[in-house]
């Protein structure tokens, strides 16, 4: 007799995700959904009056989607093919709104670029907030132009050209320490060992775990990023590949169920 | 990339310069001006400037 128990889930708890080389790639713990659907084909095979004789089974297909409630960045990474770097400093572009005064201002931060030209754009805000008039960076405060010392952050206008108090608004690019990943065209979405954990309850309330594995996952290309007024989640997609193990394997998912306090086995 | 006319920061001359990223900050002559000539008279303006402005700070300090 089977002796399985039949279950409800109770709770998702993870994914982890390998490498397919094994070591640990990343791990979804905020996930609100998860969907593994598994198709096949089916073709009738048929006699007399087209009755059905029996039928040629082809084609099973599974595949893993899913929603993390945060955006992971291993995830980011098997979906674009890129990877994370640490970097001590790189690029980014800023823009402020500051205040001129005794014909100077501050950026916040220091601008970096090619001497002489570190500010990309800076506009005299007039007196409805709009920003209208241009200035050009030069060496020297002169009508129209300004100058910046990068040393000092320093914003110099001519003298008595704009009033005490007067907004400008400011474009450059600064340098942080961050980490980066870069969506190259010509890489694409890689593969990983999945592991999908999950706790359970049978009808008498005993507690088991459930692990589904898929070997070989390939994970989609396809995902939207949406920011906006509601949450921004972080959807999946990946197909079971039936090719892990270099061919000695060919399932697309194991399903184990286990007690919850189990001990190990021998 | 695209072009974008300038007006270079030394002789004041209008000129074309492709407009590319520059991730590395490293100084490029048509960022600024319209030959290597008037971008090296730029930037010794821009460094005599800074330090004159550097100075005054000190003495201010």
């Given at each position: 007799?089977?002796?399985v128990?039949?279950?409800?889930?109770?709770?998702?708890?993870?994914?982890s995700?390998?490498?397919?080389?094994?070591v640990?790639?990343?791990?979804?713990?905020?996930?609100?959904?998860?969907?593994?659907?598994?198709?096949?084909?089916?073709?009738d095979?048929?006699?007399?009056?087209?009755r059905?004789?029996?039928?040629?089974?082809?084609?099973k297909?599974v595949?893993?989607?899913?929603?993390?409630?945060?955006?992971?960045?291993?995830?980011?990474?098997?979906?674009?093919g890129?990877?994370?770097?640490?970097?001590?400093?790189t690029?980014?572009?800023?823009?402020?709104?500051l205040?001129?005064?005794?014909?100077?201002?501050?950026?916040?931060?220091?601008?970096?670029?090619?001497?002489?030209?570190?500010?990309?754009a800076?506009?005299?805000?007039?007196?409805?907030?709009?920003?209208?008039?241009?200035?050009?960076?030069?060496?020297t405060?002169?009508?129209?132009?300004?100058?910046y010392a990068?040393?000092?952050?320093?914003?110099?206008?001519?003298?008595?050209a704009?009033?005490?108090g007067?907004?400008?608004?400011?474009f450059y690019?600064?340098?942080i320490?961050?980490?980066?990943l870069?969506?190259?065209?010509?890489?694409?979405?890689?593969?990983g060992r999945?592991?999908i954990?999950?706790?359970?309850?049978?009808?008498?309330?005993n507690?088991?775990?459930?692990?589904?594995?898929?070997?070989?996952?390939?994970?989609?290309?396809d995902?939207?990023?949406?920011?906006?007024?509601?949450?921004?989640?972080?959807?999946?997609?990946?197909e079971?590949?039936?090719?892990?193990?270099c061919?000695?394997n060919?399932?697309?998912?194991?399903?184990?169920?286990?007690?919850?306090?189990?001990?190990?086995?021998? | 990339m695209?072009k974008?006319?300038k007006?270079?920061k030394?002789?004041?001359?209008e000129?074309?310069?492709?407009?590319?990223?520059?991730?590395?900050?490293?100084?490029?002559?048509?960022?600024?001006?319209c030959s290597r000539?008037?971008?090296a008279?730029?930037?010794?303006r821009?460094?005599?400037?800074?330090?004159?402005?550097?100075?005054?700070?000190?003495?201010?300090?």
């Amino acid at each position: 007799m089977f002796s399985v128990a039949d279950l409800m889930i109770t709770s998702l708890e993870t994914i982890s995700v390998y490498t397919m080389a094994g070591v640990p790639w990343f791990v979804m713990d905020e996930l609100q959904d998860t969907t593994i659907a598994n198709t096949q084909e089916k073709e009738d095979l048929t006699g007399k009056a087209g009755r059905k004789l029996g039928s040629l089974k082809r084609n099973k297909a599974v595949t893993i989607s899913g929603t993390n409630g945060l955006i992971s960045a291993g995830l980011l990474e098997a979906q674009t093919g890129g990877t994370f770097t640490a970097k001590t400093s790189t690029p980014v572009s800023w823009s402020e709104t500051l205040t001129i005064s005794s014909d100077e201002a501050v950026t916040s931060y220091k601008a970096v670029g090619t001497a002489g030209a570190e500010i990309e754009a800076l506009y005299i805000k007039n007196s409805d907030g709009r920003a209208t008039t241009k200035l050009e960076q030069d060496s020297t405060a002169a009508s129209g132009k300004f100058a910046y010392a990068p040393a000092t952050k320093k914003l110099t206008f001519l003298a008595d050209a704009y009033d005490d108090g007067t907004e400008i608004l400011v474009f450059y690019t600064r340098n942080i320490a961050g980490d980066v990943l870069t969506n190259e065209s010509d890489k694409y979405s890689g593969k990983g060992r999945m592991v999908i954990d999950a706790f359970a309850e049978d009808k008498c309330s005993n507690v088991f775990r459930v692990q589904i594995e898929i070997p070989k996952a390939d994970f989609s290309g396809d995902f939207d990023l949406a920011f906006g007024d509601s949450q921004t989640v972080h959807a999946f997609e990946a197909e079971s590949l039936a090719s892990a193990g270099c061919g000695k394997n060919g399932y697309l998912w194991n399903y184990t169920v286990f007690g919850a306090d189990a001990e190990d086995a021998a | 990339m695209p072009k974008v006319k300038k007006i270079c920061k030394a002789c004041g001359k209008e000129y074309e310069a492709c407009h590319t990223p520059n991730p590395n900050q490293v100084f490029r002559w048509f960022d600024v001006a319209c030959s290597r000539e008037c971008a090296a008279e730029y930037l010794r303006r821009v460094e005599e400037a800074r330090n004159h402005q550097a100075a005054n700070d000190e003495i201010k300090e």
